[in-house]
Structures are given as structure tokens and as C-alpha cells.
């Protein structure tokens, strides 16, 4: 069975810094591409940072260059996003996908990121 579990969401002010992770199971998470998405109220789905399956190539959006970076450990099945120097603008339910085509391609359930004054 898949799972992806999320955790390390929160409310934070401005500024600060979560650190977001991603618990993987079900598959062989070496195997696919893992990425990090967002959406906020009334707003579509976004990609926020992406890791290839070995780690070596990762890149992020450009709203969040310099702040965020993704990173993986595959003998552990975790993805993490660090998130620093927060803006009131990252709010938004930040989800874990693990990508290997459009036949295998699954999602978390999701975590609350809330950055306010």
C-alpha cells in the first residue's frame, strides 16, 4: 500500500523558518521523482521544489529560490523541504508527490504551512 505521510507543518510569523517532511512507503522510492507542491485558498495547485530519484538534481520555483531547498534520503524514504525566511504569501497546504509517469504518480494528504504577523 502507498503512503505518503507529511508532517512539520504550522503556524509561523514571518521570517521564520519549518522544516516540512515526507514519509514514503508502498514503493520503491528510489525509483521516482519526489517533489513538493502547494495550494493556497482559491489558488491552483503549484510546484514548489523538485529532487530527482538519485538527489543529484533538484531545483526550485522561483517564488521560493534562495529560501526553500528540497532534499532526500533514500535509505530512509523521506523527502524534506526547508523553509527559510517565510513570507505571509507561502501560506498554503504543502503536499508531498512521488512521480514515475502519469500511471504511478502519488500524493499525500497534505500539510497546513500558515505564516502570520
Known amino acids: 500500500q502507498v503512503q505518503l505521510v507529511e508532517s512539520g507543518g504550522g503556524l509561523v510569523q514571518p521570517g521564520g523558518s519549518l522544516r516540512l517532511s515526507c514519509a514514503a512507503s508502498g514503493f520503491p522510492f528510489s525509483s521516482y521523482v519526489m517533489s513538493w507542491y502547494r495550494q493556497a485558498p482559491g489558488k491552483e495547485r503549484e510546484l514548489v521544489a523538485v529532487?530527482?530519484?538519485?538527489?543529484?538534481?533538484?531545483n526550485v520555483a522561483d517564488s521560493v529560490k534562495g529560501r526553500f531547498t528540497i532534499s532526500r534520503d533514500n535509505a530512509r524514504n523521506t523527502v524534506t523541504l526547508q523553509m527559510n525566511g517565510l513570507k505571509v504569501e507561502d501560506t498554503a497546504v504543502y503536499y508531498c508527490?512521488?512521480?514515475?509517469?502519469?500511471?504511478?504518480?502519488?500524493w499525500g494528504q497534505g500539510t497546513q504551512v500558515t505564516v502570520s504577523p
Open positions: 508527490n512521488a512521480d514515475r509517469g502519469p500511471a504511478a504518480s502519488y
Open positions: 529532487s530527482g530519484s538519485a538527489g543529484r538534481w533538484r
